[in-house]
């Protein structure tokens, strides 16, 4: 890799949380994944009004084909150009693709086709841009901090959670489609300038040399996994666990609320409540900085709140199920975010870029697969079969943590 992002990080230690450096690009990241919100709830909304349901959802999912073909590459991108230098120019582009679909809906009714080249726009930028984001923090911060600044990354995905949606209900108010695009444009656009005075660290002289092709660098980042005694139970750890997860907390919970008859409202609280207790995980991670013995933690945890998603789907009252969604919201966000810190800590940083792309991969490209498997299981199986078959794959990754004794054993710096 070529040493292109420049100036470094000057060698003073200094915590995360008050290293202004880190803030900043904290500051760039919460804006960037604010801007985010706002424009998936205004392209759901402008591709409803423009098209039946099922273009509406045939828009919503146009981006998930380019992220997961070209995720893998993007980490090879990453790891080439630099994080930094990458993350400046998808966020530059998504900024210009958005406000550019802005300009148009204020000018015109063009219908669905500028919403699904918008989609598929950000679905390819999203190939390169996320990679990039999770390798750019080792470049930040020293790597004692990266478990502080994975917890500090939680919160500012958290915030966004919170506050891009009523943002966007105020954009689409206010300005319509166009208006919301425009602010969704403008959020992202925040985080050019604070990213580009963001300073990172160069890579050791001996980590830079990239292989001659793209197709060996590839090749390179996932021999890197695989022999890698932590990174490999690591991989498959986190894929059990966004497998068993994302079909019962998306789909699975709305159904849940619908046959429990808390409506709408009583799904805004169950989600609220996990929410809260993913964000407790977060902060406690922020405070403390590093957990002793975070391989046997994160494990446990996983193990433990496996079994709180299994329990989920038995809870007739809606302040039980509240109560439980808070504690599968503390202990999956502890171990997702002691898997995260682990994985950004013993990874070679020339090969961040490549191991968040395949981390990613399964995050953002297979998990999501899910969801229509779970509506369909729970149409034939019910609730409570599928919920606990999704427990059980989410406590095999608690497993996979427990009986690999690299992982198991695996610390965060000091």
């Not at 943002?167 to 925040?190: D, Y």
């Not at 660290?201 to 021999?223: H, I, K, M, S, V």
């Not at 007739?316 to 995260?340: F, Q």
């Not at 794959?393 to 996979?400: A, F, I, K, T, W």
């Amino acid at each position: 890799m070529t040493a292109t992002d420049l100036p470094t990080v000057p060698t003073a230690h200094r915590p995360a949380h008050r290293d202004p450096n880190v803030l900043r690009w904290l500051a760039a990241y919460a804006s960037s994944m604010v801007g985010d919100s706002v424009y998936y709830l205004a392209l759901s909304w402008a591709a409803v009004q423009a098209g039946s349901p099922a273009q509406a959802g045939a828009v919503m999912s146009a981006s998930a084909l380019p992220r997961a073909v070209l995720m893998l590459f993007g980490g090879v991108v990453a790891d080439r150009l630099g994080p930094r230098r990458v993350v400046i120019g998808s966020d530059a582009v998504r900024c210009a693709a958005v406000l550019a679909v802005a300009v148009l809906l204020l000018l015109t009714s063009p219908g669905l086709w500028p919403l699904a080249l918008l989609a598929l726009v950000f679905g390819t930028v999203d190939a390169v841009f996320m990679p990039a984001v999770g390798a750019l923090p080792a470049r930040v911060t020293t790597h004692d901090q990266l478990a502080r600044v994975q917890g500090m990354r939680g919160l500012a995905i958290r915030l966004s959670y919170v506050v891009g949606a009523p943002l966007g209900g105020l954009g689409v108010a206010a300005g319509g489609v166009a208006g919301a695009f425009g602010l969704a444009g403008l959020l992202i656009a925040v985080s050019v300038p604070l990213l580009i005075s963001v300073r990172v660290r160069d890579l050791p002289t001996e980590d830079r040399a990239a292989a001659p092709t793209p197709w060996q660098d590839l090749r390179a980042g996932l021999t890197h996994v695989r022999r890698h005694r932590v990174l490999a139970p690591l991989m498959l750890a986190i894929a059990l666990g966004d497998l068993g997860f994302v079909g019962p907390l998306n789909v699975g919970l709305t159904l849940l609320a619908d046959r429990r008859g808390w409506g709408a409202a009583g799904l805004g609280w169950v989600l609220a409540g996990f929410g809260v207790g993913a964000g407790c995980a977060s902060l406690l991670l922020t405070v403390r900085g590093r957990l002793p013995r975070a391989g046997l933690v994160a494990g446990c945890t996983a193990l433990v709140g496996a079994v709180a998603i299994g329990a989920l789907a038995f809870v007739p009252g809606l302040v039980g199920a509240v109560g439980v969604a808070l504690l599968i919201g503390l202990l999956a966000g502890l171990s997702g975010a002691l898997c995260g810190a682990l994985l950004q800590t013993h990874a070679d940083p020339a090969c961040l870029g490549r191991v968040s792309a395949v981390s990613g991969l399964v995050s953002l490209g297979l998990a999501p697969l899910t969801m229509p498997v779970t509506a369909a299981a729970v149409g034939a199986f019910g609730l409570g079969p599928v919920y606990v078959v999704s427990a059980a794959v989410c406590g095999l990754g608690g497993v996979v943590v427990l009986v690999a004794p690299a992982l198991r054993r695996a610390e965060l710096p000091r």
